[in-house]
């Protein structure tokens, strides 16, 4: 079981909205920036958000990322079918001193 | 280009060793922290270990600690995973990820992984 909190599946048509969350505690998600991976069916994970709320170079701006509390968002604005791909929570856990992830989200595109 | 490119993984029986090993090139290994994070067939990341760009700090996960020894080479723009004692529950792809600042910050590049199988 995840110390973070995700739900194990999400849709929504092309060109909707989509918001995966990821729940924490005050030990990581409460203070530290959480980041998000997106992996593609087959490949590696790749850095979609860190910080928060901040998108590497080369990432549409469709994907963002809000932190409140104790709990992240990542959402996707516009969804295109190339977006089916699982995603992933990540923070830094201080009581553990460990990096944890989420359980991971899979995402289709209807 | 920012490249990572492990190798090292391969079938073992349980009890045995392998050396996992991660070249880097594009950027300079030295100002870098670095990651290993595993996943286990049809299942979520695990982060594993991180190492500090000076090896001065260093953490395992408990599913690992004791058996696995993170290690570096920035002479060779090399990373390590030296990995004892494994465990069927140790298969998994292995993936080297570089980390944007410390140990609490992103991983902003991964390689391809290489797969570890554990089985007799």
């Known amino acids: 079981q995840s110390v973070l909190t995700q739900p194990p599946s999400v849709s929504a048509a092309p060109g909707q909205k989509v918001t995966i969350s990821c729940s924490g505690s005050?030990?990581?998600?409460?203070?530290?920036?959480v980041s998000w991976y997106q992996q593609l069916p087959g490949t590696a994970p790749k850095l979609l958000i860190y910080?928060?709320?901040k998108g590497p170079s080369g990432i549409p701006d469709r994907f963002s990322g809000s932190k409140s509390g104790t709990s992240a968002t990542l959402g996707i604005t516009g969804l295109q079918t190339g977006d089916e791909a699982d995603y992933y929570c990540?923070?830094?856990?201080?009581?553990?001193?460990?990096?944890?992830f989420g359980g991971g989200t899979k995402l289709t595109v209807l | 280009e920012v490249q990572l490119v492990e190798s090292g993984g391969g079938l073992v029986q349980p009890g045995e060793s392998l050396r996992l090993s991660c070249a880097a090139s594009?950027?300079?290994?030295?100002?870098?922290?670095m990651n290993w994070v595993r996943q286990a067939p049809g299942k979520g990341l695990e982060w594993v270990s991180y190492?500090?760009?000076?090896?001065?700090?260093?953490y395992y996960a408990d599913s690992v600690k004791g058996r696995f020894t993170i290690s570096r080479d920035n002479a060779k723009n090399s990373l390590y995973l030296q990995m004892n004692s494994l465990r069927a529950e140790d298969t998994a792809v292995y993936y080297c990820?570089?980390?944007?600042?410390?140990?609490?910050?992103?991983?902003?590049?991964w390689g391809q992984g290489t797969l570890v199988t554990v089985s007799s």
């Open positions: 990820a570089r980390v944007k600042t410390t140990a609490d910050s992103a991983s902003d590049y």
């Open positions: 594009g950027f300079s290994l030295s100002s870098y922290s």
């Open positions: 190492i500090s760009s000076n090896s001065a700090t260093i």
């Open positions: 005050s030990s990581n998600i409460g203070n530290n920036y």
């Open positions: 910080d928060n709320n």
């Open positions: 990540g923070t830094w856990d201080n009581s553990l001193s460990v990096w944890v």
